[in-house]
T-cell receptor, first 116, second 110 residues
Framework: GAGVSQSPSNKVTEKGKDVELRCDPI?????LYWYRQSLGQGLEFLIYFQGNSAPDKSGLPSDRFSAERTGGSVSTLTIQRTQQEDSAVYLC??????????????FGPGTRLTVL | LAKTTQPISMDSYEGQEVNITCSHNNIATNDYITWYQQFPSQGPRFIIQ???TKVTNEVASLFIPADRKSSTLSLPRVSLSDTAVYYC???????????FGDGTTLTVKP
């Protein structure tokens, strides 16, 4: 079956421009996560969506970062006025984690963002 | 959130058993322990999850002592293809926010 997909796979942008990164989770998964991974580093949590609940935005590094999830499915991570330090791989994951589940997270291939 | 500590790197040889330990001293009552494997240019992949004692699946075992302040991932008879970064994740998935550790880079040599 289809896994988590992300687009674009690579994005090169100029400093100051806005970018949108897309994530298509596995169908039926209620939970969706965004992470950031800088070169050679671990995963940094950004934001978490669970069903229709208010998202946990506690990991977003600044107000230039925002994310939405439409219809409980596709999610878009938007970075406004990009900075060079935003360069990283942005990973999306989905799971069936919910009220009574400790579901494993299924990760997409990531979007490699390069800010020049 | 529970902070996790893992060794930065480990080396092993093909056919050996590898044990990677993760420390999580302030683990909460409802937290589970999950391990992920990540290859270069790929997203992490689930290996195993547990709450207490021992869990075994077809690829690994997870040992968790009674105090749950640490856990050990055991990979039996590693091969070159097991060279990857291994992450310990401690948290309550029902609450969402996931804190990955810095990961352990395992290098398997022939």
């Amino acid at each position: 079956g289809a896994g988590v997909s992300q687009s674009p796979s690579n994005k090169v942008t100029e400093k100051g421009k806005d970018v949108e990164l897309r994530c298509d989770p596995i169908s039926g998964h209620t939970a969706l996560y965004w992470y950031r991974q800088s070169l050679g580093q671990g995963l940094e949590f950004l934001i978490y969506f669970q069903g229709n609940s208010a998202p946990d935005k506690s990991g977003l590094p600044s107000d230039r970062f925002s994310a939405e999830r439409t219809g409980g499915s596709v999610s878009t991570l938007t970075i406004q006025r990009t900075q060079q330090e935003d360069s990283a791989v942005y990973l999306c994951a989905s799971s069936q984690a919910g009220t009574n589940l400790q579901g494993e997270q299924f990760f997409g291939p990531g979007t490699r963002l390069t800010v020049l | 959130l529970a902070k996790t500590t893992q060794p930065i790197s480990m080396d092993s040889y093909e056919g050996q058993e590898v044990n990677i330990t993760c420390s999580h001293n302030n683990i909460a009552t409802n937290d589970y322990i999950t391990w992920y494997q990540q290859f270069p240019s790929q997203g992490p992949r689930f290996i195993i999850q547990g709450y207490k004692t021992k869990v075994t699946n077809e690829v690994a075992s997870l040992f968790i002592p009674a105090d749950r302040k640490s856990s050990t991932l055991s990979l039996p008879r590693v091969s070159l293809s097991d060279t990857a970064v291994y992450y310990c994740l401690v948290g309550d998935a029902r609450k969402g926010k996931s804190t990955f550790g810095d990961g352990t880079t395992l290098t398997v040599k022939p």
